[in-house]
């Protein structure tokens, strides 16, 4: 998400600086947002000078405090745990200008507790791209409880810049997107668990049957399904309802290390270098 997110504003005119802790990881980055862009520039999405702009736009960092000491928006990318996006933020806020609004993409995590540890509550803002961000047009933009007008109008009118289209919604766990998202493929999970049916005839009905560009246990191994246990952790936790409690399926696969994509295997295998998958054997 953060390449992304950082491949979108490049592409768009702006200066960026792309942080993470890990030089590794900023190198592997910047190999993606530069295929990313290669393959756009292929299908005449995006023009030869555009391509170039982008790759002079984006600079990485791995000191978080230099890099926001001149921003004028910093969007937070990291991983679903709170007490990680806590620090960041608490980093940030002690880090940019007064005026930088602070913003995250947080899928699930309440935008005014992240807001809490801050000295600016004000300026903070969920700014929940989809994954692929160079792809999907939407951003959901999230107001916390002291998020004002002003900010909020500002995200709109930047989102639009970036050729996405906003939604403003409030802030309650899991937002829109993933309040109606993930019980779905919570549930999913659980027909798959009960027996009802395969991960194939279950993706099959989704995706014919309700015409869904994608399976919710394909989309699931791609959004990573230890980002889906959290987030439905988040979602019981806040509602305090049985209702959004995961699957012991999902439960286990986490633990299992067994997360999707990323990992190499989920509900399907996933072949490295192709975009081939399978079913996996134990689901046979």
Do not use: W
Request: net charge neutral.
């Amino acid at each position: 998400m953060g390449n992304g997110i950082a491949h979108v504003f490049g592409l768009n005119g702006f200066t960026v600086k792309l942080v993470d802790v890990s030089e590794t990881a900023l190198q592997k980055a910047l190999s993606t947002i530069a295929k990313n862009t290669e393959r756009m520039l292929g299908k005449g999405s995006i023009t030869a000078e555009q391509a170039s702009a982008c790759a002079t736009a984006i600079t990485t960092h791995t000191d978080l405090a230099s890099a926001c000491s001149t921003a004028d928006l910093v969007v937070e990318a990291a991983t679903e745990n709170v007490a990680l996006k806590l620090k960041i933020f608490a980093d940030m806020d002690a880090a940019a200008p007064a005026s930088c609004i602070l913003a995250t993409n947080t899928s699930s995590i309440s935008i005014t507790k992240i807001a809490a540890v801050t000295k600016r509550p004000e300026l903070v803002i969920g700014m929940h791209f989809m994954n692929p961000v160079t792809i999907m047009k939407l951003v959901e933009v999230i107001r916390g409880y002291s998020t004002t007008q002003a900010v909020c109008d500002q995200i709109i009118a930047l989102s639009q810049k970036l050729g996405k289209i906003p939604t403003v919604v409030n802030d309650y766990p899991g937002f829109v997107s993933n309040r109606i998202l993930m019980p779905m493929i919570n549930e999913a999970i659980e027909t798959l668990f009960q027996g009802v049916a395969g991960v194939t005839e279950i993706d099959t009905v989704m995706k014919l049957g309700m015409a869904h560009p994608m399976g919710p246990l394909q989309l699931a191994d791609f959004i990573g399904l230890d980002t889906c246990l959290a987030i439905l952790r988040v979602l019981q936790d806040g509602f305090g309802n049985p209702k959004y409690a995961p699957c012991p399926l999902l439960i286990n696969m986490v633990a299992a290390g067994k997360l999707g994509v990323k990992s190499g295997e989920g509900f399907y295998t996933y072949i490295a270098g192709s975009k081939e998958s399978k079913v996996s054997a134990q689901f046979l």
